[in-house]
Nanobody
């Protein structure tokens, strides 16, 4: 059973940084591709970043490329999202997700398990 718990959200000024974590209490973390998504009020959930099982390949939305860095530590069953140079438009609830099948889709429907989300608010 996969149980994902996000942490690290909060309120930060524009230009600041936050580091999100996503911990899996199960024992199969290393077999899953992982992703970060976000959802702002009144908007659809959108892809932010993803990482393959072995951390060999990472993927980013154009809107965060160069500012956000995804990583994972399979020994700790944890994934991270380092967010730098934050902008007010990054404000959203951030969700981590896991996928048990091969591939790293950008669509939320491609993921099998989800965390409860953590709020990130960037003030101008």
């Amino acid at each position: 059973q996969v149980q994902l718990v996000e942490s690290g959200g909060g309120l930060v000024q524009a230009g600041g940084s936050l580091r999100l974590s996503c911990a899996d209490s199960g024992h199969t973390f290393s077999t899953y591709a992982m992703g970060w998504f976000r959802q702002a009020p009144g908007k659809e959930r959108e892809f932010v970043s993803a990482i393959r099982r072995s951390s060999g390949s990472t993927y980013y939305a154009d809107s965060v490329k160069g500012r956000f860095t995804i990583s994972r530590d399979n020994a700790k069953n944890t994934m991270y999202l380092q967010m730098n140079s934050l902008k007010p438009e990054d404000t959203a609830v951030y969700y981590c997700a896991a996928r048990s099948r091969i591939g790293v889709p950008y669509a939320p429907s491609g993921y099998d398990y989800w965390g409860q989300g953590t709020q990130v608010t960037v003030s101008s």
